[in-house]
């Protein structure tokens, strides 16, 4: 089985960077078109997966290396295979790779991104508070459920310079944005 939304997230501070595996021996080329199925939001923001989602998707868009499986279709097809697989809705899936080839094939994607949102919020510390934002990202293969890359990244809105020369801080929008941008980073070389 290949759990759906369960990844490890290294925790880390501000100026670290991002953490990645690329598969060795794969051409990318034959993969046209992804999806990015809903993150799994281990936080306590009810809504930080569907930001990071769309997040995630624009970069994507950006990088122009793929197409995008429509975001409602994808919604909509994950709700469909989890029902007839005998899941209910909110329920926590460990997604196998008949489950991958299902939704893949019901999308007509080569390979989907899966992830998770492990940290997303305020936290104190020093005195001073702070966002956080950490998040788990991997492309995975429709045919052969083989995680062909992984990144992640976790990073903090506040730094020592910031604090000691009162920059304002960054906030959780701002800084998702950049925790994303660095893990595609790792993927798409840019940043």
């Known amino acids: 089985m290949i759990p759906l ?3 490890l997230v290294v925790h880390s501070g ?7 595996y690329i598969r060795t021996n794969v051409n990318f080329q034959y993969i046209k078109k992804v999806a990015v199925l809903p993150l799994n939001n281990l936080t306590d923001d009810k809504y930080a997966g569907e930001k990071l989602k769309s997040m995630i998707v624009m970069n994507i868009l950006e990088s122009g290396v ?16 989890f029902r007839e697989m005998g899941f209910r809705e909110g329920e926590l899936v460990a997604l196998d790779i008949e489950g991958i080839k299902r939704i893949s094939e ?11 949102v492990e940290s997303y919020g305020q936290n104190r510390g ?4 702070y966002a956080v934002v950490s998040l788990s990202l991997r492309l995975v ?3 052969s459920g083989l995680t062909l890359w992984r990144g992640f990244h976790s990073q903090k809105g506040s730094s020592l310079m910031r604090s000691i020369f009162g920059i304002e801080q ?6 998702s944005n950049e925790v994303v941008k660095k893990v595609f ?3 798409f070389g840019k940043y």
């Open 5 to 7: 939304f369960g990844f």
């Open 170 to 175: 960054k906030g959780e929008i701002e800084l």
């Open 66 to 81: 793929f197409e995008v499986a429509e975001d409602g279709e994808v919604n909509k097809v994950v709700v469909d295979v």
């Open 106 to 116: 019901k999308l007509g994607v080569q390979a989907i991104f899966i992830g998770s």
């Open 141 to 143: 293969e429709s045919n």
């Open 185 to 187: 980073a790792t993927f």
């Open 126 to 129: 020093g005195g001073s508070q």
């Open 14 to 20: 501000c100026g670290t960077s991002p953490k990645q």
